[in-house]
């Protein structure tokens, strides 16, 4: 994207943020969006501070898939923080445990506790599923929060997600 080189658009600024079909760049004081396709010099818009929120807040919800991987506590409490974290922000999340993640429900650290975020993503309205191989070798079963599930079902997770994020 090139940027007017006059006194009105200095050549140095920061990106606030990519939209569907939207760039909102700061330019000292002001912030100013292009549309895609590229806008016109002269339709470049400016924003007030209460128009960049509602702008921030249109952004489409995304469908987010996260496969967790590690009952490692710092890797696995971050997994869920992200995804309450989506879903406050008004996004479709789903979880799939693999491997020694199934072991995430009810694990507690002094600095790290997996199972209170597991719990504040449940309560969000979060969905979790587990690999049902891997409970099976680890003699575990699944629960209400986290039910059985296959790989099918991680590679529909997969395919209806928009993004997918793995820890």
């Known amino acids: 994207m090139k940027t007017p080189h006059n006194s009105t658009y200095p050549q140095t600024g920061a990106?606030?943020?990519?939209?569907?079909?939207?760039?909102m760049l700061q330019y000292n004081d002001s912030q100013i969006i292009f549309g895609n396709p590229p806008l016109s010099t002269g339709s470049c818009q400016?924003?007030?501070?209460?128009?960049?929120?509602?702008?921030?807040?249109?952004?489409?919800?995304?469908?987010?898939?996260i496969i967790l991987e590690t009952k490692e506590f710092e890797k696995?409490?971050?997994?869920f923080r992200f995804a309450v974290t989506a879903k406050k922000q008004g996004h479709e999340v789903r979880v799939f445990l693999m491997g020694e993640a199934v072991e995430c429900e009810g694990l507690t650290h002094e600095k790290y506790n997996v199972d209170e975020q597991f719990k504040?993503?449940?309560?969000?309205?979060?969905?979790?599923?587990?690999?049902?191989?891997?409970?099976?070798s680890r003699q575990l079963e699944g629960s209400e929060s986290c039910p059985v599930s296959?790989?099918?079902?991680?590679?529909?997770?997969?395919?209806?997600a928009d993004k997918t994020v793995t820890f």
Do not use: R
């Not at 501070?49 to 919800?61: A, F, Y």
């Not at 504040?120 to 099976?136: D, M, P, R, Y």
């Open 120 to 136: 504040a993503f449940v309560s969000a309205g979060g969905e979790i599923l587990a690999c049902g191989t891997c409970l099976n």
């Open 15 to 23: 990106l606030l943020f990519v939209g569907q079909n939207i760039v």
């Open 150 to 160: 296959t790989m099918i079902d991680c590679v529909n997770l997969v395919v209806w």
């Open 46 to 65: 400016t924003l007030s501070n209460i128009e960049k929120h509602q702008t921030v807040n249109q952004i489409q919800p995304m469908k987010i898939g």
């Open 76 to 79: 696995a409490w971050n997994a």
